[in-house]
């Protein structure tokens, strides 16, 4: 497989488009809108300029990763040819579905179609397709370049095949790939988002602050980021969506989402992309300036 599609040109799209081109592969970078194209292209020659900075990478890779990508902005003309379509949209299950029934109807019979979805299940996105052994997740970590995990979410049908065939294709991004099964969560959401939510639930009841608790993660437990540190940066609505889905998924009251997320959402509160969450970003930008409200 050399030629690869991805939907979504944001955050995780874009890093999934920059992992798999600086790797060699041919990718089809998608999204309905011009500025979001343009901004995923920028965020993009921005973190290989950080590479190259480093001494990561050379001039020339960061030439030829660039080189690798043609964007799109028609989704049937993006996936035409394509060997892999990796799904990248925005965490909605009424989206997902869309674009699954459409990447069903324009890509070709043995196109495998993936979708990054952090929490939504596969077997149900696969249901809306004529491929159901073609269809598989793959959940990579943010930031994409950087992290090495990818989660590889087998759906109810997905072949043997298929899933080796993605299992070895994320080794040749460098990556470092587990396979689950398909189940509210998967593994890294369904232990990281019921933390997180103890988190705010703690903050909520009064124990600690948003300092407090982060510092006792980090130092007493050696996580590189605090909980509500970690939530901001990921952004309270996927949290939120991601509880949402488990909570249905297994009607347990211990994934119900504490009542200050549901309520920072409502305001807008939404983390590092919003400027404000459990920490003010807008003038900082270091996450220096709490920002929490009961």
Not at 18 to 26: C, D, E, L, R, Y
């Amino acid at each position: 497989m050399k030629n690869i599609a991805v939907i979504g040109a944001g955050t995780m799209g874009n890093g999934i488009a920059h992992t798999f081109a600086q790797s060699g592969f041919s990718v089809k970078l998608i999204d309905i809108s011009e500025k979001a194209i343009e901004k995923g292209m920028n965020t993009i020659a921005a973190n290989l300029d950080r590479m190259v900075a480093k001494g990561t990478i050379t001039e020339t890779d960061k030439h030829n990763t660039i080189g690798n990508i043609i964007t799109y902005t028609d989704i049937k003309d993006g996936v035409v040819n394509t060997d892999l379509v990796v799904e990248a949209a925005t965490e909605n299950v009424d989206l997902k579905l869309k674009i699954f029934k459409d990447l069903d109807a324009f890509c070709d019979a043995n196109t495998i179609l993936a979708t990054n979805t952090s929490s939504i299940s596969i077997t149900q996105i696969a249901a809306v397709t004529n491929r159901q052994d073609r269809v598989i997740g793959m959940h990579f970590m943010n930031p994409v370049p950087i992290m090495k995990l990818v989660e590889i979410i087998r759906g109810y049908n997905t072949s043997d095949e298929v899933t080796k065939s993605i299992m070895e294709m994320s080794e040749k991004l460098g990556k470092v790939p587990v396979e689950v099964n398909d189940y509210p969560g998967f593994v890294a959401n369904r232990i990281l988002m019921p933390m997180i939510n103890e988190a705010i639930e703690t903050l909520y009841n009064g124990v600690a602050g948003v300092y407090e608790i982060d510092t006792v993660m980090k130092l007493g437990m050696a996580h590189p980021m605090g909980p509500l540190q970690l939530a901001d940066f990921i952004g309270l609505d996927v949290c939120l969506s991601i509880l949402h889905v488990m909570y249905d998924g297994f009607k347990n009251p211990k994934y119900a989402p504490c009542p200050l997320l549901v309520n920072m959402v409502r305001a807008g509160k939404l983390g590092v992309k919003s400027g404000e969450g459990f920490y003010d970003y807008s003038e900082t930008k270091k996450a220096e300036k709490v920002a929490y409200k009961k």
